[in-house]
């Protein structure tokens, strides 16, 4: 049974930081592209960061410089570090594992960023 479960997330102050990370089970980890996807409040889905099973790493424009997506494929984890936090940050954010037309979601974790 494929489980991709997520924590880390919760409030932060604008400017602060949350590291997210994904736990992943019954699939070949590190063979997998790895991604983090974030919904806000009556928006789309939209793809935050996904780093490939070799290592390379794409961003979106608006998190580039502030977010870092990693992978440890020892632990079946990729986590997602994010850093001067801002309001727009507010989302709920998923974990997506992908191989081929094999694709798997998390249940997402809340990250909501406000003073």
């Known amino acids: 049974q494929v489980q991709l479960v997520e924590s880390g997330g919760g409030l932060v102050q604008p400017g602060g930081s949350l590291r997210l990370s994904c736990a992943t089970s019954?699939?070949?980890?590190?063979?997998?592209?790895m991604g983090w996807y974030r919904q806000a409040p009556g928006k789309q889905r939209e793809l935050v960061a996904v780093?490939?099973?070799?290592?390379?790493?794409n961003y979106a424009d608006s998190v580039k410089g502030r977010f870092t997506i990693s992978r440890d494929n020892a632990k079946n984890t990729v986590y997602l570090q994010m850093n001067s936090l801002k309001p727009d940050d507010t989302a709920v954010y998923f974990c997506?594992?992908?191989?081929?037309?094999?694709?798997?979601w998390g249940q997402g974790t809340q990250v909501t960023v406000s003073s």
């Open positions: 997506k594992a992908e191989w081929g037309v094999l694709t798997y």
């Open positions: 019954g699939i070949n980890f590190s063979g997998y592209t």
């Open positions: 780093i490939r099973s070799g290592g390379s790493t």
